[in-house]
């Protein structure tokens, strides 16, 4: 609040001044309202983006649901089928783990916190290739020469390599080659992870492909590079990418070596 007294002597202001006092009032007035409407469209864009990552949600959760409550329709029909029972176990195991994956992605966009061990990044390479070996139809090349450990939090680096490969799969049709290869060069150990699938566009990789709720796949929240991303900073490491569509695409994870 400004308050604007008589002048000394009882001298009125004149024409000029009491314009540019006008005037004054707008900005201050047009300041204040700027203020509430940044804080209106705050609002609104965190209503957005809890409506988006709740519709990703209660989409995949419908998905899940509905998978399971067909097998539990099934259940008394034909209980006494032991494949029956196998491929309902089966069926509810593989489910479950959706489930808990999306949980654990929806829970990324928390704050993040690492718990660092001596590590061979190899080794987290290797356990991860495991998801690919449901693709006979893929070709895997495996070139891993790391020489050092490095500080990592082994889950959370682990899912970044999972997530690195499932996306090269998914890029690729029948006959597609995922190259993997760890080195080191210039202070830096390198995981690099290229696919010659189908790429993606310049405009993609600029606008979206780090951001959440961006992706091009029909299933998914959108937010696994986003997670890794977060994850490969947290460990002062960056990421980097190229692409090209109809020729591939090749991440490169890069970490310091020795700290």
Same mark, same amino acid.
């Given at each position: *609040?400004?308050?604007?007294?008589? /002048?000394?002597?009882?001298?009125?202001?004149?024409?000029?001044?009491?314009?540019?006092?006008?005037? *004054?009032?707008?900005?201050?007035?047009?300041?204040l309202l700027n203020l509430r409407l940044t804080e209106e469209v705050m609002r609104a864009k965190e209503l957005e983006a809890f409506q988006a990552i709740?519709?990703?949600?209660?989409?995949?959760?419908?998905?899940?649901?509905? #998978?399971?409550?067909?097998?539990?329709?099934?259940? +008394?029909?034909?209980?006494?089928?032991?494949?029956?029972?196998?491929?309902?176990?089966?069926?509810?195991?593989? #489910?479950?783990?959706?489930?808990?994956?999306?949980?654990? /992605?929806?829970?990324?966009?928390?704050?993040?916190?690492?718990?660092?061990?001596?590590?061979?990044?190899?080794?987290?390479?290797?356990?991860?290739?495991?998801?690919?070996?449901?693709?006979?139809?893929?070709?895997?090349?495996?070139?891993?020469?790391?020489? +050092?450990?490095?500080k990592l939090d082994r889950q959370q680096f682990g899912s970044v390599i999972t997530n690195l490969l499932l996306n090269a799969r998914e890029a690729l049709?029948?006959?597609?080659?995922? /190259?993997?290869?760890?080195?080191?060069?210039?202070?830096?150990?390198?995981?690099?992870?290229?696919?010659?699938?189908?790429? *993606?566009? +310049?405009?993609?990789?600029? #606008?979206?492909?780090? /951001?959440?709720?961006?992706?091009?796949?029909?299933?998914?929240?959108?937010?696994? *590079?986003?997670?890794?991303?977060?994850?490969?900073?947290?460990?002062?490491?960056?990421?980097?990418?190229?692409?090209?569509?109809?020729?591939? #695409?090749?991440?490169?994870?890069?970490?310091?070596?020795?700290?």
């Open positions: *609040m400004v308050i604007l007294a008589d /002048r000394v002597g009882g001298v009125p202001y004149t024409v000029e001044e009491l314009d540019l006092l006008k005037c *004054m009032g707008d900005q201050i007035a047009v300041g709740s519709a990703f949600f209660i989409h995949d959760l419908k998905n899940a649901a509905s #998978t399971l409550s067909l097998t539990l329709q099934n259940l +008394p029909v034909h209980f006494d089928d032991p494949i029956f029972r196998q491929d309902a176990l089966r069926g509810i195991g593989e #489910t479950a783990n959706r489930i808990n994956q999306l949980i654990s /992605r929806v829970g990324a966009l928390r704050h993040l916190e690492l718990e660092p061990v001596e590590a061979d990044l190899n080794l987290l390479v290797a356990d991860a290739l495991e998801v690919l070996n449901g693709a006979p139809e893929i070709n895997v090349v495996q070139k891993l020469h790391l020489q +050092p450990k490095l049709g029948p006959g597609g080659e995922v /190259r993997v290869e760890t080195s080191q060069s210039n202070g830096w150990a390198v995981l690099s992870v290229a696919d010659d699938g189908c790429g *993606m566009s +310049p405009a993609f990789l600029k #606008t979206s492909l780090f /951001r959440p709720f961006q992706t091009t796949k029909k299933k998914g929240l959108g937010i696994g *590079m986003f997670q890794s991303k977060m994850i490969v900073e947290a460990h002062r490491g960056k990421i980097q990418v190229e692409s090209e569509p109809g020729a591939g #695409t090749t991440f490169r994870v890069m970490l310091p070596v020795g700290d």
